[in-house]
């Protein structure tokens, strides 16, 4: 089964201390997404990228969050100098093209939870 | 903006009971609803949608019908089953954006043997 993989499952960071969160959408998908889930809620879109562009940012991105996808497949999120409010899971999802089937449908991977102590 | 409210759990029902789980939802134009479910340990699944009024969308024995008059889209199975305890989650995607899925905040679920 080749799903959304993402990488590390799990992160204990210290704060001050930067992390990057890798994700491996589904090899056709050209649609890729970041969320992030608090305890108890639903997931919160963070951003998007088509192919290697990133179309649409999230006001909850702030300015220690970046977001890449330099090749159009793979997409790094990092976090610099991070908060305690910074933990969370982390979700990434991707989609097919618009002008294929099920292009309604993205597919989320496990998620990067991440705990700043 | 778009959101979505759904109905706060935890809900805890016997096997084989009826179960509803209630959502709503306010958006521009018109969005396309999903039930998300999450089971223990795994990632967001997605479980059914439906694009346009008057849809059902199904699934595992799930259903759920888009009622654009009353802005709902209830979650309902007939018979639940231990193996569906898991966190449901309704979502909206809207007409205007070829990105974001805005989710509710869950119900978790779990079913008494």
């Known amino acids: 089964d080749t799903g959304v993989s993402q990488d590390p499952r799990h992160k204990i960071t210290k704060r001050g201390q930067n992390v990057t969160f890798r994700c491996d959408p589904i090899s056709e998908h050209n649609r890729l997404y970041w969320y992030r889930q608090t305890l108890g809620q639903g997931p919160e879109f963070l951003t998007y990228f088509q192919n290697e562009a990133q179309l649409e940012k999230s006001r909850l991105l702030s300015d220690r969050f970046s977001a890449e996808r330099p090749k159009g497949s793979f997409s790094t999120l990092e976090i610099q100098r991070t908060e305690q409010g910074d933990s969370a899971m982390y979700l990434c999802a991707s989609s097919p093209e618009w002008d294929r089937g099920d292009q309604e449908t993205q597919y989320f991977g496990p998620g990067t939870r991440l705990l700043v102590l | ?113």
């Open chain 2, 1 to 113: 903006g778009d959101s979505v409210t759904q109905m706060e759990g935890p809900v805890t029902l016997s096997e084989e009971a009826f179960l509803t789980i209630n959502c709503t939802y306010t958006a521009t134009g018109y969005p396309s609803l999903f039930w998300y479910v999450q089971y223990p340990g795994e990632g967001l699944q997605l479980l059914l949608k439906a694009t346009k009024a008057d849809d059902k969308g199904s699934n595992k024995g799930f259903e759920a019908t888009y009622r654009k008059e009353t802005t709902s889209f209830h979650l309902e199975k007939g018979s639940v089953q231990v193996s569906d305890s898991a966190v449901y989650f309704c979502a909206l995607r809207s007409y205007s954006s070829a990105s974001k899925i805005i989710f509710g905040s869950g119900t978790r679920l779990s079913i008494r043997p």
